[in-house]
């Protein structure tokens, strides 16, 4: 399916990646918390674009809650290069998989393989993909996106804490530094720590903050999250992009504050998505 009209003074030119209304099938890696193979979504893009829309979704497994993080990579395969890295996802024993959806802003040329891959705990878990290829005069054509915060050892994020008093917020905790571009927007990624919460409503509020460890200036405040009892997952997975402004070299961090005092529905982990 293509579709082309116009926004913004530009053109908008779309191509669904995988050709089908069920999106593409990938396996994490046997070991856990360990990236798999990669898995073809387009063999070759028909033209220039500049980002890709992803709308994707651990596969629901009910003896199990599972965390996933997944790469987007462009090039041949064997010669597989990450533009979008550790995009997280989980599934959830109490009632399904919710979606995250993203978009890897990233020059792509015509003629592009793209693929993706991803790693769980627990092993050989499997993700449903789709995704949308994106031509825009929206997005600069050197824009790329960078992870910050992401937990390869525990496929998630970074772990936030909002301590044992009910909606106060929590000490912060460092995402990362931003790279020699700083960073413009940013979207805001959540993960359950592989905790089943299905028994407690929970509200969180997240405070995205930059500068010095004691000297934090908040950048974005309060954005909110949530799960309801008898669902278990944690919404939305991934925020929109945030128009933001972070000088190169700066440290980021997160904290928050929650309606939960219990250890194990507190705490969530935190991943920050930056266009460059």
Known sequence: MQQLRAISGGIVRGTDLDGASSGVTITANATLNTKGSYTELLASTPYQANAII??????????????????IAVGAGGSEVVIGENLIASSHTSNGSPASVITIVHPIPQGTRISARCQANPGSSQMIVQGFLNSSASQGSMDVTTTYGASTPFSGGTDVDPGAVANTKGAWAELGTSGPAGVRQLSIGVGPRLQDRAAEVTNWQIDIGIGAAGSEHVIVPDWPVSTSEGIGVILPVISPIIDVSIPSGTRIAARARSSSTAALTRIIDVIGYGVA
Do not use: E, I
Request: proline letters at 6%; hydrophobic letters at 45%; glycine letters at 6%.
């Open 54 to 71: 992803l709308n994707f979704r651990g596969v629901h497994t009910p003896a199990s809650t599972t965390a996933f993080l997944m790469d």
